[in-house]
């Protein structure tokens, strides 16, 4: 249950011990944070308990407790960690395209400062199982999603549907956790996910290209990346109002 009011503008980043402090000297460049907000923010991991711990769609209650390390929730004999839904893809392998939107942007650092700011906030996460292997890793391993939360959507949808992706093997894996939610309809209301599916939830509402499996999965121009990036933090908008508007109601039955 809801005991304290969440504030869904939070960033989680000011409470990661040293995150900003250099910066843009990791990577070579390309940023990175000291401390990775899905593991060293305090106020998320007490707001993933919290938003959480509520009634799941088979029945039973998701009274998740916290612990220490990665896997700092737990519930029964599962351990969850967070993971970001949101994803700028600062990666050695895309330098190229890092630098032509660096070089197209009057301020290349503000603008991906000002994402890092708005992503790290409750709407730009959600909690996986957390183990070797766990979908958190795969999703960012994949040659196909690459960390693309839209492509991770598709998958867990096919999953529900008893149809093959690119990560079947890691969901069969965990079918315990998904089996929680009986079904696409119940996973994507329970997260509030609504926002990246059609009303019907019969489709994922894709953020680039058609969700096939057989393109590139990264944007392949300034244009589309920037794009991408626009429709990400749209969503994160959607979603933080969907937080809200939930624990706004949780809190007045209490």
Same mark, same amino acid.
């Given at each position: 249950?809801?005991?304290?009011?969440? +504030? %869904?503008?939070?960033?989680?980043?000011?409470?990661?011990?040293?995150?900003?402090?250099?910066?843009?000297?990791?990577?070579?460049?390309?940023?990175?944070?000291?401390?990775?907000?899905?593991?060293?923010?305090?106020?998320?991991?007490?707001?993933?308990?919290?938003?959480?711990?509520?009634?799941?769609?088979?029945? #039973?209650?998701?009274?998740?407790?916290?612990?220490?390390?990665?896997?700092?929730?737990?519930?029964?004999?599962?351990?969850?960690?967070? #993971?970001?839904?949101?994803?700028?893809?600062?990666?050695?392998?895309?330098?190229?395209?890092?630098?032509?939107?660096?070089?197209?942007?009057?301020?290349?650092?503000?603008?991906?400062? +000002?994402?890092?700011?708005?992503?790290?906030?409750?709407?730009?996460?959600?909690?996986?199982?957390?183990?070797?292997?766990?979908?958190?890793?795969?999703?960012?391993?994949?040659?196909?999603?690459? +960390?693309?939360? +839209?492509?991770?959507?598709?998958?867990?949808?096919?999953?529900?549907?008893?149809?093959?992706?690119?990560?079947? #093997? %890691?969901?069969?894996?965990?079918?315990?956790?998904?089996?929680?939610?009986?079904?696409?309809?119940?996973? %994507?209301?329970?997260?509030?996910?609504?926002?990246?599916?059609?009303? #019907?939830? !019969?489709?994922?509402?894709?953020?680039?290209?058609?969700?096939?499996?057989?393109? !590139?999965?990264?944007?392949?121009?300034?244009?589309?990346?920037?794009?991408?990036?626009?429709?990400?933090?749209?969503?994160?908008?959607?979603?933080?109002?969907? %937080?809200?508007?939930?624990?706004?109601?949780?809190?007045?039955?209490?």
């Amino acid at each position: 249950m809801v005991k304290e009011m969440i +504030d %869904v503008n939070f960033d989680f980043t000011t409470d990661s011990p040293r995150y900003w402090d250099g910066f843009w000297e990791r990577k070579g460049g390309l940023g990175a944070g000291a401390c990775d907000p899905d593991a060293c923010s305090p106020t998320l991991k007490r707001y993933h308990q919290m938003i959480w711990s509520k009634e799941l769609p088979n029945g #039973d209650f998701f009274d998740l407790e916290l612990r220490k390390g990665l896997d700092y929730l737990s519930w029964r004999n599962m351990f969850f960690g967070s #993971d970001s839904i949101l994803a700028s893809f600062r990666y050695w392998d895309y330098r190229d395209m890092i630098d032509a939107v660096a070089h197209h942007l009057p301020d290349y650092k503000a603008f991906m400062e +000002d994402f890092l700011h708005r992503a790290y906030t409750i709407g730009g996460t959600i909690i996986f199982p957390k183990h070797a292997g766990s979908m958190n890793q795969r999703r960012g391993t994949n040659s196909l999603i690459r +960390d693309r939360w +839209d492509l991770t959507m598709e998958c867990i949808r096919r999953y529900y549907n008893g149809e093959a992706s690119p990560l079947s #093997d %890691v969901m069969e894996q965990d079918c315990e956790f998904y089996d929680l939610f009986i079904d696409f309809k119940g996973y %994507v209301d329970f997260f509030y996910l609504q926002d990246c599916v059609t009303e #019907d939830y !019969k489709q994922v509402r894709f953020w680039l290209g058609d969700g096939s499996f057989t393109n !590139k999965p990264l944007p392949q121009t300034v244009e589309e990346y920037l794009n991408y990036i626009a429709t990400e933090l749209d969503f994160l908008e959607k979603r933080n109002i969907r %937080v809200k508007v939930a624990l706004n109601f949780a809190l007045l039955d209490c």
